[in-house]
């Protein structure tokens, strides 16, 4: 069973609210990210990392920034959160080589701002 | 135009029905082809991990992937109630792309006992 694990689950807010969403592993997977997936549309991922200091922006535009201090740790930032943030952000990881295309995934978090 | 496109449903079908599930695509460099399922709620899960064509069997599960027409397809057996949930294609290559998946909008499938 995959250990990977997203706080919160559910989050409410209001617009202009700095947020960060928490997402950790143990399975020691250098590499991780983060899909956002609205209801009935297809998951698109927003940013990666294939390790310690090394983030990328995905094929979708986010406003949102990612930080990867740590190898088990990658949290993702929204300075001033809007209601057009309002989806739900899958974080994932995944192993090395011919395994880094399946990816496990938290149970993510669905963020709703008002 | 969608890279992948797959029929969102819903589904719906008997207890021990045959299920047929499918996406097209239209990127030819797509090698790898893998199946999520999603409950409702949580994080989708690895299914089914495919490279280039070809049938890969796992269980009550079968993976088909036809190259020439772009087209793959997840096939149930026997299903059971606990098979429902939503089913997502995604692809990626021609490369390993290191996790960076282009995704169907995915199909919720529902089976009534």
């Known amino acids: 069973e995959a250990d990977i694990y997203q706080t919160p689950r559910y989050l409410v807010i209001g617009t202009g609210k700095k947020i960060t969403l928490e997402c950790s592993q143990t399975?020691?997977?250098?590499?991780m990210y983060w899909y956002q997936q609205d209801p009935g549309m297809e998951l698109h991922l927003i940013h990666y990392?294939?390790?310690?200091?090394?983030?990328e922006k995905g094929d979708l535009s986010s406003e949102s920034t990612v930080s990867r201090i740590r190898t088990e740790h990658f949290p993702l930032t929204l300075e001033s959160a809007r209601p057009s943030h309002t989806s739900q952000y899958l974080c994932?990881?995944?192993?090395?080589?011919?395994?880094?295309?399946?990816?496990?995934f938290g149970s993510g978090t669905q963020l709703s701002v008002l | 135009q969608k890279e992948v496109e797959q029929d969102p449903g819903p589904l719906s079908v008997p207890e021990g029905a045959i299920v047929s599930l499918n996406c097209t695509y239209s990127?030819?460099?797509?090698?790898?082809f893998m199946w999520y399922r999603q409950y409702s709620r949580k994080g989708p899960e690895l299914l089914m991990y495919?490279?280039?064509?070809g049938n890969k069997e796992d269980g009550r599960f079968t993976a088909q992937v036809d190259k020439s027409s772009k087209y793959i397809s997840l096939f149930i057996r026997d299903s059971q109630p606990s098979d429902s949930a939503t089913y997502l294609c995604?692809?990626?290559?021609?490369?390993?792309?290191?996790?960076?998946?282009?995704f169907g909008q995915g199909t919720e499938l529902s089976v009534k006992p």
């Open positions: 994932a990881s995944s192993g090395p080589g011919h395994k880094s295309e399946k990816l496990f």
């Open positions: 399975m020691g997977h250098d590499k």
């Open positions: 990392s294939y390790g310690v200091n090394s983030t």
């Open positions: 990127n030819s460099a797509f090698q790898y």
């Open positions: 495919t490279y280039s064509s």
């Open positions: 995604a692809m990626s290559g021609p490369y390993n792309q290191g996790g960076k998946l282009i």
